[in-house]
Each structure stands twice: as structure tokens, then as C-alpha cells.
């Protein structure tokens, strides 16, 4: 999912969510075409909070850039080139970091 050539790190927080940090290439090419969040009411409010959840995964966020409101997990087995579902499903958030990498992703997983 990132472009060639691009640093990825992924880890697993005991609640189940799973988070990426992107090299600069790697978010470019996340964040391109990604849909943006339709205006609503209380958005500022909203935006605050969910800054506060990407921050308790990574406290370097300093700004959220693209969310997705609904993102599943797959894996790829190359052996029998198959895909599997995971149980990682929630909301994605791009966002940028005070220290490098520059950027980063956090699915909030809704099922555990």
C-alpha cells in the first residue's frame, strides 16, 4: 500500500490497534485520493477527540490529515495466493508527526 522505496513500521497496541509510521513518500501515496470526512456538527469537537485517540498510540501525532471511516485488514499468502480477512477494522487516520518518520496511520480497531 506504500509507494517503492518507502520506510514502514507496523505495531500492534495491547488493545488491538494496529499502527503504521511512513516514511514522506510512503504518506504522499496513502493520502492521495482518499476520501475526505463530510462536514457535520460538533466537527471541531470531533477532530479533538480523535487527535486525542491517535495521540495514545503515538504521541508524536501532531496533526491528523485524512481519516477513512471504515478500513478492514486483509492479509496476502503468497504460497496459495489468497487473501485473508484479520480482525483489525475501524477507522483510518493519516497524520503527521513532530519526529521522523514524518508521518504515520492508525487503524482504531472496533472489534477487540
Do not use: C
Amino acid at each position: 500500500m506504500t509507494s517503492k522505496g518507502a520506510e514502514r513500521h507496523l505495531s500492534r497496541s495491547p488493545t488491538g490497534t494496529v499502527s503504521a509510521r511512513l516514511g514522506a513518500q510512503g504518506a504522499k501515496a496513502l493520502t492521495n485520493g482518499l476520501p475526505h470526512r463530510s462536514a457535520s456538527v460538533g466537527k471541531a469537537e470531533v477532530a479533538k477527540m480523535n487527535l486525542l485517540a491517535v495521540h495514545k498510540i503515538d504521541p508524536q501525532v501532531t496533526k491528523i490529515l485524512q481519516t477513512v471511516p471504515k478500513v478492514v485488514s486483509y492479509v496476502f499468502h503468497e504460497a496459495n495466493n489468497t487473501w485473508e480477512r484479520t480482525s483489525v477494522e475501524g477507522t483510518l487516520f493519516v497524520y503527521s508527526r513532530a519526529s521522523p518518520p514524518s508521518h504515520g496511520l492508525a487503524i482504531l480497531n472496533r472489534l477487540s
